[in-house]
């Protein structure tokens, strides 16, 4: 069922990116008219030094040694910026679970030079800038490690990323106005690792936006539950993007693709892209563009997905390859009964190529409409 075609797909972006350069805190100061001024409570100490607890956490930065250890307790108010190795750990009190870093609405909470940057049982919120492509929370062209963290509720993007990111435990991002996470490779080739039970969710643009970049999802790590009005849960730009063990894309609702794939896209193990809705284009669980490529291995799959046109699992004018035990299941093309739209399973126009896939075999059970469901798997329109 190889078959090569030309179809309709996303028109590449080009973003204004700002990365030779850390921003400033000041330099994109918004502050929501209004808002509650938060109250600084801060507590902070060198563990190593066996330093007494102070009130100016970036004070204790500036004093601290390479490879320090600095506790964190109550809510530190301000913007904050390392550029030596060090460790951060919040400590729990009675009233707050973990240590806040707070931007008060001013700018970037934290930013993190070229160092190896380990934060712990943190919360990072309360910032504010003013381009969706840049981060609120953090700004990190570092070695950054975050353990156990919550960055939630900045204005802007979650987390700015130009190095090597690592989310572990069960850190989260979440609640942020643009993208979870902005990896941004127009100087380097910036890499984003989510292990264990990390997840990037319920914020109000991308989930995470890989440009030029590398992303990887192991684990039970998730993006999900993204609500975005410009694209798609992961949009992959001429990077590689990858989900191994039971990682997951779920439940996003956009107007464009769960996954928008320009680039290589790879689903090993248990992984699965499920339960995503499109609002207003193809692939309602993976866009996949003519310059791009898909492979799906061992039992990965795609599942319950749903779109408003066509490719409800995925709409491919580009390669598709299914191999072992992937399947593309349960999936519905035009959601809406509006005539328009089929491959409930899979659609590829005339420029895709379909390798392995059959229909009612690994791609089944998927549907076109809802009101009088059609058993609609894969569609492929004739083609010269």
Known sequence: MDRITRGDHPTRRTVPLAVALLLTAAAFAVRTPGSIAAVNSCRARDVTQDSAWGSDLQAVIRAATTGDVVAVKFVCVGNFKIAKDLTLIGKPTADLPRGVLNGDGHGQVLVVGRAHVTLENLKITGGAVADWNLAGGVTTE????????????????????TGTLTLAGSSTVSHNSAAGIHQDGSTTVPSLTMNGTSSVTSNGGYGIFNYYALTTLNDSS???????????????????????????VTDNVGTQAAVVNVGTFTMNGSSSVSGNTTTNSWGGGIYNASSANIAMNDSSSVTGNATVRSGGGIRTDGVLTMNGLSSVTDNTADSDDNGVGGGGGIKVPCSGTLIGAVDGGNVTDNHRGTTSPVVDNVAIPPCP
């Open 222 to 248: 998730t993006v999900s539950r993204n609500v975005t009005d410009v694209f798609a849960g992961i949009y992959n730009f001429d990077g590689t993007l990858t989900l191994n063990d039971s990682a997951s």
């Open 142 to 161: 570092g070695t950054l490690v975050l353990k156990d963290m919550a960055v939630k509720g900045n204005a802007g993007g979650g987390i700015y990323n």
